[in-house]
């Protein structure tokens, strides 16, 4: 059950960006003297994320506004492993998303949340509860901005349909 821990977190790693913080972006959320005015609402969340894919290194992650259906496939390290489960906004600010992993060792329930806030037209976001906060996105998204691998479509089913034919659950 161990390994197929390790796999998972390092999809959420990845999917957390967190290589991108910036200290600029750290001061200013940690100053807390409103320079960072407000958590994203959860209509702003839900129109950010809703029915678009979340591309990762190794992997991908899709939400289905459909029963808020969360589904996401990795290739860590070459291991193939799935998720399935919801994604849901628990305060204003706050996304996360819960999933069953599978993987050949067996399976796994995760959850994961990430903060959003805003200032301006940039938006930070930090993986709760101990990540440190990045930019998101810029007022003008550039290249680099993490927000740039939300995909509008779904980019998980075809290749979780064939890791779950190969993991056989």
Same mark, same amino acid.
């Given at each position: ?7 998972? *977190? ?5 999917? #957390?960006?967190?290589?991108? /913080?910036?200290?600029? /972006?750290?001061? #200013?959320? !940690?100053?807390?003297?409103? $320079?960072?005015? #407000? ?17 990762? $290194? ?7 506004? &459909?029963? &808020? +259906? ?9 291991? %193939?492993?799935? @998720? ?9 600010? =706050? ?9 050949? *060792? ?10 959003? +806030? =805003? ?9 709760? %509860?101990? @990540?440190?906060?990045?930019?998101? $996105?810029?007022? &003008? ?7 740039? $691998?939300? +995909? !509008? ?5 075809? !290749? ?10």
């Amino acid at each position: 059950m161990k390994s197929i821990l390790r796999p998972i *977190s390092l999809v959420v790693a990845v999917a #957390a960006g967190i290589g991108g /913080a910036t200290s600029i /972006a750290e001061a #200013a959320a !940690r100053r807390g003297d409103g $320079k960072i005015t #407000a958590p994203l609402t959860h209509t702003e969340l839900y129109n950010l994320y809703g029915q678009r894919s979340w591309i990762w $290194k190794e992997g991908a992650g899709y939400f289905s506004v &459909r029963q &808020r +259906r969360f589904t996401a496939w990795s290739r860590e390290k070459g291991a %193939p492993s799935y @998720g399935v489960g919801r994604w849901f906004i628990t305060e204003p600010g =706050k996304l996360c998303f819960t999933a069953d992993w599978h993987a050949k *060792s067996g399976s796994a329930p995760a959850t994961t949340c990430f903060s959003h +806030r =805003k200032r301006g037209g940039v938006i930070y976001q930090k993986r709760e %509860p101990d @990540g440190e906060w990045y930019v998101f $996105k810029h007022a &003008r998204p550039r290249s680099g901005d993490e927000f740039t $691998k939300l +995909r !509008r479509g779904n980019y998980v089913s075809d !290749r979780l349909e064939t890791i779950q034919a190969r993991i056989g659950e």
